[in-house]
């Protein structure tokens, strides 16, 4: 009896943490910003059939891998095929790429925390206002030192743990707080238009930048390809089912993100008419949600309560982000862990400069035409993590065998999708990153339009 109830706490930790690693700014910063550039329900719909084919077959795999090795992903590869060890390293390069410019989205997040509290949220809700903080230049500068400061802190001191207590108490209050600002918002006059736009596939807004888009915003949002995964399944029970886990994690994974879109995307039909959506960045989150806030009674008190849950699920990302950087750097270079966090703080403050400054001062510089915050986050998620998942791919299809990754999910259990799995990993996935990644690369260097 005892041991029943140790091993169900078991499947539940597992699934609670590496959801918790899932759930963050890329559910609720980034996936509406996305949907809304990317056609809304063409978008969604391309995203929810990469999530149950891609993101299915690449998260049981990384998780398997973990669990098979008892490593995190450069050991992991190592010890299946030195030749694939670089993989490895291109997995813990994803972190280092991603923290800095996350680290400048939390900081704006801790900001906006700042001005609620301090009542100022009708401010927040003028059309210029994100705009203007944005292109300031040490205040935007501070926040986001502030917020890799306290990251580095947590991380040398070895207090995760107080973090994450807290955060399991914060993220289903978050997630709950999503679905009611949701409802809400699609109750308001004119949101229907916007709800449509987000639900309904509209084919004429398809094309490979949307998939290519799509697979990196659930490379991203599932912690995938950077290692994350076959960290946590290097923590895994072998009793512990991953399919059952896996179908948990992207279900909450998916649903946390489309309420945020639906949050968000219709509020946008609301208050600005729904106007060049194709234009929508990074920012939609912090133009649009002060406007809801400020037309609820009570509003300056429900955004800092949103913005203070946003801000933990912010935190808890960036701090496994430094602790996988931090980790690599003590075990690869034996330094030490007080220098190992100093350097990661120092190398954040200043690559996240330029995406910082990328949104004022140095706004008219453009790489491939993109400012400096959305190259960084073009580069990882769209261009890096699919050769990571291309690579897994060929990994697992033709070297260590699909084979491998089955015999080591049916260890706790049936693998009912396996057929879809072999399918995905060794044929489908392969061929469809190449020619998405391959088509985009060449439409954002200008060499072909698609
Ligand atoms: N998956 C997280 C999100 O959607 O915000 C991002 C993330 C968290 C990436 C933790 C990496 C990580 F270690």
Redesign the pocket.
């Known amino acids: 009896m005892g041991e029943k109830r140790g091993s169900f706490t078991g499947k539940i930790g597992f699934v609670l943490a590496a959801a918790g690693?899932?759930?963050?700014?890329?559910?609720i910063w980034r996936f509406p910003y996305l949907a809304a550039k990317y056609g809304g329900g063409i978008f969604l719909l391309v995203y929810l059939i990469l999530a149950v084919t891609f993101g299915f077959a690449l998260m049981i795999a990384e998780i398997a891998i973990g669990r098979k090795t008892g490593l995190s992903a450069i050991g992991a590869f190592k010890k299946l095929d030195k030749r694939f060890t670089f993989v490895g390293y291109l997995e813990a390069l994803v972190?280092v790429i991603?923290l800095p410019y996350y680290s400048v989205i939390g900081g704006w997040v801790t900001k906006y925390l700042a001005v609620f509290t301090t009542g100022q949220g009708k401010a927040a809700a003028e059309d210029s206002f994100f705009d203007d903080f944005v292109s300031g230049i040490g205040e935007p500068i501070f926040w986001y030192c502030l917020f890799i400061g306290v990251t580095a802190i947590v991380v040398l001191f070895g207090v995760q743990k107080g973090v994450e207590k807290v955060s399991k108490i914060m993220m289903p209050v978050l997630v709950v707080l999503t679905l009611g600002i949701s409802i809400y918002s699609i109750t308001l006059p004119g949101a229907w238009d916007g709800v449509l736009y987000y639900i309904t596939p509209n084919f004429k807004n398809f094309s490979a930048t949307t998939v290519l888009a799509a697979m990196g915003q659930l490379f991203?949002?599932?912690?995938l390809s950077?290692g994350?995964m076959i960290t946590y399944g290097s923590y895994m029970k072998k009793d512990v089912s991953i399919e059952k886990s896996v179908k948990q994690i992207e279900i909450f994974d998916t649903g946390v993100a489309f309420f945020a879109g639906l949050m968000i995307v219709p509020a946008v039909f609301v208050f600005s008419g729904g106007k060049d959506m194709d234009q929508k960045g990074a920012g939609l989150m912090f133009e649009t949600l002060p406007k809801i806030f400020d037309t609820i009674p009570g509003g300056s008190v429900l955004g800092a309560a949103f913005f203070l849950l946003v801000l933990f699920a912010a935190l808890t990302?960036s701090i496994?982000?430094t602790e996988?950087v931090v980790s690599f750097l003590q075990d690869k270079f034996k330094l030490g862990r007080k220098l190992s966090c100093l350097i990661v703080f120092l190398f954040c403050m200043l690559l996240g400069l330029p995406s910082s400054l990328g949104h004022g001062v140095w706004s008219h510089i453009s790489i491939l035409g993109l400012n400096f915050l959305d190259f960084f986050d073009f580069i990882s998620n769209s261009v890096i993590m699919p050769i990571v998942a291309f690579l897994t791919c060929i990994f697992i299809g033709y070297i260590i065998k699909p084979k491998s990754v089955v015999d080591e999910v049916e260890i706790g259990g049936a693998f009912k999708r396996k057929t879809l799995f072999t399918v995905m990993i060794k044929y489908i996935a392969p061929v469809c990153i190449i020619l998405i990644l391959v088509s985009s690369v060449l439409d954002a260097l200008g060499i072909m339009k698609i």
Do not use: D, E, K, R
């Open positions: 690693s899932a759930v963050g700014l890329g559910n972190p991603i991203y949002s599932m912690s950077m994350i990302s496994s982000l996988t």
